[in-house]
């Protein structure tokens, strides 16, 4: 008797804590266990991460962000795991960016790192060089992307083997490109697909094992398409903005476990907080997550784009790595992204599946 009136009022003071700061019921928190070089110039300027991983040596895997500066100032950053800038690309206002492997170019097997380049309104193409230090540009026919270019995914097709990039606008249009490569060692893109959201759409991520994509209306919640190159515009809602998901939706990343098990994760940028579904079946709501300030580097906050690695990226990241965009907390200077051991968000899941 006496557990369970305390099991109650715990749970009171818990729900009492979540409406004074209007957060989700089911929430945990987590600090970060590194960050990257803030972003050299004033405003929000650091916008999305991928990663790109060293098959080789894991552990010297590099976190590749885009620089949104406008003008000619952005391109994409690179970072080692300790979140170090190694290397800075100053190639346009770069906003989303993401990472294939294995992508058939003039005879050889490379990896792309694709990014959307708003200075330019075009598909920025890159291959992998030098242990993932440098970026080759290898764009072929430039493509210039009705509406104006804003968030990017890739996505491989279990189907006919090719790799597409899924783009977003500001008006809500979802563009489906393929992506060839030419005897040249460019990469050409298609249009393919392409229907509409209903109003302002950036994050996307496509799971290339199930053959999903899930796009993020920013002020509307989350939606579940077919990926397939011939899909319809059939969509299932995963869930829509309210109290857990407080506008913008912005990022989304997919954890694969095994045996299709894993996580799909949201921004939900309106009130800091990481949304974690299911990432198989009906996509079910787990639980949310904030990265709150620790001893030595400060939380997130804003985000927009995040990131997930679903292995070991060596002894700083043995379950893999969560990348997460933070604005500068109203300084105007400083976003950058802040990085978290997965072992330190994993368990939390977990004890909520029993
Ligand atoms: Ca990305
Ligand atoms: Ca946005
Ligand atoms: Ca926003
Ligand atoms: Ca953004």
Redesign the pocket.
């Known amino acids: 008797m006496k557990f369970k009136s305390l099991f109650v009022i715990t749970l009171a003071a818990a729900g009492l804590w979540a409406c004074k700061e209007d957060l989700p019921r089911q929430m945990f928190d987590v600090v970060a266990t590194s960050e990257t070089t803030p972003g050299p110039h004033k405003g929000d300027i650091i916008d ?3 990663v790109w991983v060293n098959k080789k040596d894991r552990s010297k895997s590099v976190i590749v962000g885009t620089d949104k500066s406008k003008e000619g100032f952005g391109g994409l950053r690179l970072y080692d795991l300790q979140g170090e800038e190694i290397n800075f690309l100053q190639v346009g206002a770069m906003n ?3 990472v294939r492997y294995n992508f058939p170019l003039a005879g050889e097997k490379v990896d792309l790192v694709v990014a959307s380049n708003r200075d330019e309104n075009t598909l920025a193409v890159f291959k992998v060089v030098e242990e993932g230090r440098n970026l080759v540009d290898v764009t072929g026919r430039k493509v210039n992307p009705v509406g104006g270019i804003y968030g990017l ?1 890739l996505y491989r097709h279990k189907g006919d083997g090719h790799v597409y990039a899924f783009l977003t606008t500001k008006s809500g249009l979802v563009q489906q490109w393929r992506l060839t490569g030419n005897k040249e060692g460019a990469v050409d893109a298609r249009l393919v697909r392409s229907f509409e959201v209903g109003s302002k759409t950036e994050g996307v991520v496509a799971d290339d094992e199930k053959g999903n994509l899930y796009v993020a209306e920013e002020n509307v919640g989350l939606w579940r398409y077919s990926a397939a190159p011939d899909a319809g515009e059939s969509r299932v809602q995963v869930d829509q903005v309210g109290k857990r998901l407080a506008d913008d939706v912005e990022g989304l990343t997919l954890y694969y476990g095994p045996k299709g098990t894993g996580f799909l994760i949201a921004s939900s940028q309106g009130n800091s907080t990481f949304s974690v579904y299911e990432r198989q079946g009906d996509n079910k709501y787990i639980k949310s997550f904030r990265i709150i300030d620790g001893p030595s580097i400060k939380g997130a906050r804003k985000t927009d ?1 995040i ?1 997930v690695v679903s292995h070991s990226l060596g002894a700083l990241y043995p379950a893999g790595l969560f990348v997460a965009h933070s604005d500068g907390f109203g300084t105007g200077v400083g976003s950058n992204f802040k990085l978290v051991s997965w072992d330190l968000i994993e368990p939390h899941l977990k004890q909520q599946k029993k």
């Open positions: 999305d991460p991928a989303n960016v993401d995914c784009g990131t």
